[in-house]
Each structure stands twice: as C-alpha cells, then as structure tokens.
C-alpha cells in the first residue's frame, strides 16, 4: 500500500518524520532511481527506496528503543550538529544508537528529562500539538514575581503573533535575589519559558525539564540514561492515541 514517504523511513525506525523530511528535502531520499519530493508517495513492498544510495528494507528496522536520558546544559538535543558540538545522541552507547533520535527538543543551556527513541511513529504521535501532552520544569527566575505577573502567566501571554495556552505555575522555593518555580506547559514553542519569563520581568537563571506526561526524571544524573519500563511505553502509547 502507498504511504507518504516520511512515514515510511519513519516506520523503519531510521528517523523522525521530521528528520525524513529534512533528508527528502536535501535529496538524500530517492525512488526508483529519482530523488524523492516531499508528499510523495512510495509502497516499500513494490518501490525500491535508497537513503543516501543504499535500499531500504523492511528486515532493515532496528530494535525499538525507548530511552530517558538525563540532557546536560550545553548538549544540543539533534542528532548531528553542523558546529560539531556534542549531541545528545553522542551520550549514548553506539549498540543503542541506530535510528535513535530525541522527541522534541530541550534547548542547549535547559537541562533534564528527554526522551530518545526509533519509534518514528510514537515520536510524530507525541509530539503532535493536538495530544498537549503535559510537560513539568523546575525553573529558576531572577528577582521575585508577584502574585499578577504569575496569574498573567497562567493565563497565556502574547509571544509575537500568538498567546501561549494557560500554564501552571507556582511559587517552589524563594532565595534572596532568585525564586524557584514550577512551570507546567501543555505545548512546546520554541524557548517559550525563557521567552515569556524575559517579557514579564523574569529572566530565567537555570531551568530543568523533570517531567513529560508520566515519566519522571528522578534520580538520574547529568549525563546518565536509561530504558523505559514496558509500562512506560504503554502509557505512552496510550497519551500517543488519546485515551
């Protein structure tokens, strides 16, 4: 059966749907012999489909593999990086990294829970807008807001040319010129808590992701990973379908 050809090389686990496209996009991808367009269409059974000048196959599907990995600041959440600076994937054990790419994004000086897998299928699922999946961070902001500037940030704030869905956000730990907060987002822009923390007043010190839907950073340290339970990707199977 014909399917586009992103969710192809994503089935096979040999990247993202994101990652597929960027690939099409720079005419890495062919068909039968033609450089692939993105929206096109292939079936894996009948055409024969090259990444890079070698065949793709259905036998060619990795493992699956579903990690949580603790990202240190300063490590960039992608696969490669064109300015060589030290990837997420590059934290992990060679064995492991066959197709592996991050779900999401944290951003290079955030750290904590990311999730590596080469499901490209539950990656797309879950990081579909549409889920909201919850995702909890431990935030660190100068100065000390009050009570309005926090009820403005629960309520959305204007960024550019859209506002923010309502967020959690509540009051951990106060120290002298710096208060620990608790951000709770059901949406994934680009820098967004540093963003709308800047344009309240706020600008964030240290912030760290301890949690997406029901998995939780825990104990690991920077640097460390490991295996989801057969649970975990149950219940993230589940949040991927909406029940």
Known sequence: MAERLQKILSQL??????QAEQWIQQGRVTIN??????????DLKRDRIHLDGKRLRPKHRPEARYLLLHKP???????????????????????????????????????????LCNDGELTYQISHPRFHIEKTYRVWVEGHP??????HWRSGVWLDDYQTLPAG???????????????????????QIRRVAEQLGHPVLRLTRVAI????????????????????VYRLRQLAQGT
């Open 169 to 191: 956000v509540r009051i951990l730990h106060d120290r002298a010129e710096s208060t620990l907060l608790e951000v709770i987002l059901h949406e994934g822009r680009n820098r």
């Open 73 to 115: 600041v300063g490590v960039v959440s992608t696969c490669r990086d064109p300015q060589r600076r030290r990837t997420v994937i590059d934290l992990v054990d060679p064995e492991f990294r066959p197709g592996l790419h991050p779900v999401g994004r944290l951003d290079t000086d955030s750290s904590g829970l990311l999730l």
């Open 213 to 232: 839907g029901p998995l939780r950073l825990g104990s690991l340290q920077p640097g460390e990973y490991r295996s989801l339970t057969a649970a975990e």
């Open 146 to 151: 009050p009570a309005s500037v926090l009820e």
């Open 13 to 18: 686990g040999v990247a993202s749907r994101r």
């Open 33 to 42: 012999g033609r450089v692939a367009e993105i929206g096109q269409q292939a």
